[in-house]
C-alpha cells in the first residue's frame, strides 16, 4: 500500500503528517523531516487523492487544535500495534482535552494497575502524536515525563490545552462566523 506525507508547520516545528491509500492516517510526528507527496497508481477504492485530502483535512484540524478552536480530532487513523498496545492507545483517546493522567491510572483503567511500565512503553511507540493524545500521560508525582516530541513540546502541548478552546468569536474576525468543532459524544 502506497503511504503519501506532508510537511505542515506549527507551534512546534514542523509536523509529518503520513497516510495510507486505505484514506486512514498513519503518522503525525514532530520534528520530522521533509514530507513528500508520493503519486503513485493506487489499488483500492480511495487512492491518492482520498490520502491527500485526508492529509488535507489532517493539517487544517491540527491549525485548528494549536489555535485554540479545536478539542478532538476527527480523521480515520490506522494504529498497527500489539493488542495491548491497540488497547493502550483507544484508551488515550478517551483522556478529556485539559487533562492529565498518570501512567498508572491508566494501567488501571485498563484492568492492569500493576501495568505502569507497559503502559508507558506503549505510549511511547505511539504513531499519531498529537491526535492521539500521549501528551496527557504524566508520571505519578505530576511530573512530565518523556515524550517523542520533546518535553518542551509536551509542556506547550499541556499548556495549550490548560487554557481551554478559544470560542469562534475571540478569532474571528467582525462579521465572520466559525462553526465550532464538532466532538463524538
Same mark, same amino acid.
Given at each position: 500500500?502506497?503511504?503519501?506525507?506532508?510537511?505542515?508547520?506549527? &507551534?512546534?516545528?514542523?509536523? /509529518?503528517?503520513?497516510?495510507? =491509500?486505505?484514506?486512514?492516517?498513519?503518522?503525525?510526528?514532530? +520534528?520530522? /523531516?521533509? #514530507?513528500?507527496?508520493?503519486?503513485?497508481?493506487?489499488?483500492? $477504492?480511495? #487512492?491518492?487523492? #482520498?490520502?491527500?485530502?485526508?492529509? @488535507?483535512?489532517?493539517?487544517?484540524?491540527?491549525?485548528?487544535?494549536?489555535? $485554540?478552536?479545536? =478539542?478532538?480530532?476527527?480523521? %480515520? /487513523?490506522?494504529?498497527?500495534?500489539?493488542?495491548?498496545?491497540?488497547? /493502550?492507545?483507544?484508551?488515550?483517546?478517551?483522556? &478529556?482535552? #485539559?487533562? =492529565?493522567?498518570?501512567? +498508572?491510572?491508566?494501567?488501571?483503567?485498563?484492568?492492569?494497575?500493576?501495568?505502569?511500565?507497559?503502559?508507558?512503553?506503549? *505510549?511511547?511507540? *505511539? %504513531?499519531?502524536?498529537?491526535?492521539?493524545?500521549?501528551? @496527557?500521560?504524566?508520571?505519578? !508525582?505530576?511530573?512530565?515525563?518523556?515524550? $517523542?516530541?520533546?518535553? $518542551?513540546?509536551?509542556?506547550?502541548?499541556?499548556?495549550?490545552?490548560?487554557?481551554? %478552546?478559544?470560542?469562534? !468569536?475571540?478569532?474571528? %474576525?467582525?462579521? =465572520?462566523?466559525?462553526?465550532?468543532? &464538532?466532538?463524538?459524544?
Amino acid at each position: 500500500m502506497t503511504t503519501l506525507h506532508a510537511q505542515v508547520e506549527s &507551534p512546534l516545528g514542523p509536523i /509529518v503528517l503520513s497516510a495510507d =491509500t486505505s484514506g486512514r492516517l498513519t503518522g503525525v510526528c514532530i +520534528g520530522g /523531516v521533509a #514530507g513528500r507527496l508520493e503519486a503513485k497508481t493506487p489499488t483500492d $477504492g480511495h #487512492g491518492v487523492d #482520498g490520502a491527500t485530502q485526508l492529509l @488535507r483535512d489532517a493539517a487544517v484540524q491540527l491549525d485548528e487544535y494549536f489555535a $485554540g478552536r479545536r =478539542t478532538c480530532f476527527e480523521v %480515520p /487513523v490506522a494504529l498497527e500495534g500489539s493488542p495491548f498496545q491497540q488497547q /493502550v492507545w483507544a484508551e488515550l483517546r478517551r483522556i &478529556p482535552y #485539559g487533562t =492529565t493522567q498518570s501512567y +498508572g491510572q491508566l494501567a488501571a483503567r485498563l484492568g492492569r494497575p500493576g501495568a505502569a511500565r507497559a503502559v508507558g512503553h506503549a *505510549n511511547a511507540r *505511539n %504513531p499519531i502524536a498529537v491526535i492521539v493524545p500521549c501528551h @496527557r500521560v504524566i508520571g505519578s !508525582s505530576g511530573q512530565l515525563t518523556g515524550y $517523542g516530541g520533546g518535553l $518542551g513540546a509536551k509542556r506547550h502541548l499541556l499548556a495549550l490545552e490548560a487554557r481551554g %478552546p478559544v470560542s469562534p !468569536s475571540d478569532t474571528a %474576525p467582525v462579521g =465572520t462566523s466559525l462553526p465550532p468543532s &464538532p466532538c463524538p459524544g
